[in-house]
T-cell receptor
Framework: DAGVIQSPRHEVTEMGQEVTLRCKPI?????LFWYRQTMMRGLELLIY????????DSGMPEDRFSAKMPNASFSTLKIQPSEPRDSAVYFC????????????FGPGTRLTVL | DAKTTQPNSMESNEEEPVHLPCNHS???????IHWYRQLPSQGPEYVIH???SNVNNRMASLAIAEDRKSSTLILHRATLRDAAVYYC???????????FGQGTTLQVKP
């Protein structure tokens, strides 16, 4: 298996533009997580899905952020409009939902908002 | 959500054992203790997890205190490739969420 795939790996955009980050989880996994990592705040969970259904989005910073999972093999995280403080590395992770199972992380998308 | 506390950094010599401590005094009875590590410019990577008993796998060992308020990740022979940030996290069986702390940056000296 190729592991969790994220695209793009790097994104540079200007303030106010829409940004869409993409994630393909490991085949067969039914839980998907979006994280954000910054030097100041570390790794933060933004939202997670079980069986394509959003379970907890309490970590989504504000209404400018939205996430979808239209099917078991694809998820997007959208920021509209983007702001410089959104600059971070965004990670997607997937797991096979059971109480204790480990999460497999993708390589991340480094977002820079100018 | 229960939190974890780890030293900011630790150093080790190559081929020596490393003991990475973690405190989680507010852990609940159904929280699993997970350890991940993050190499430079990569996503976190699962290392090991446990609930109450000590655990061993090919990467490391996990020693869990009897009261579960602390744990120690043991790397038996550190290599230069083990230099990374090590995160002690708690997986809530109620919410399915991993809560990451600030982690310990491990430096391995040749």
């Amino acid at each position: 298996d190729a592991g969790v795939i994220q695209s793009p790996r790097h994104e540079v955009t200007e303030m106010g533009q829409e940004v869409t980050l993409r994630c393909k989880p490991i085949s067969g996994h039914n839980s998907l997580f979006w994280y954000r990592q910054t030097m100041m705040r570390g790794l933060e969970l933004l939202i997670y899905f079980n069986n394509n259904v959003p379970i907890d989005d309490s970590g989504m910073p504000e209404d400018r952020f939205s996430a979808k999972m239209p099917n078991a093999s694809f998820s997007t995280l959208k920021i509209q409009p983007s702001e410089p403080r959104d600059s971070a590395v965004y990670f997607c992770a997937s797991s096979l939902y059971q109480r204790e199972n480990e999460q497999f992380f993708g390589p991340g998308t480094r977002l820079t908002v100018l | 959500d229960a939190k974890t506390t780890q030293p900011n950094s630790m150093e080790s010599n190559e081929e020596e054992p490393v003991h990475l401590p973690c405190n989680h005094s507010t852990i609940s009875g159904t929280d699993y203790i997970h350890w991940y590590r993050q190499l430079p410019s990569q996503g976190p990577e699962y290392v090991i997890h446990g609930l109450t008993s000590n655990v061993n796998n090919r990467m490391a060992s996990l020693a869990i205190a009897e009261d579960r308020k602390s744990s120690t990740l043991i790397l038996h022979r550190a290599t230069l490739r083990d230099a990374a940030v090590y995160y002690c996290t708690l997986l809530s069986s109620n919410t399915g969420k991993l809560i990451f702390g600030q982690g310990t940056t491990l430096q391995v000296k040749p």
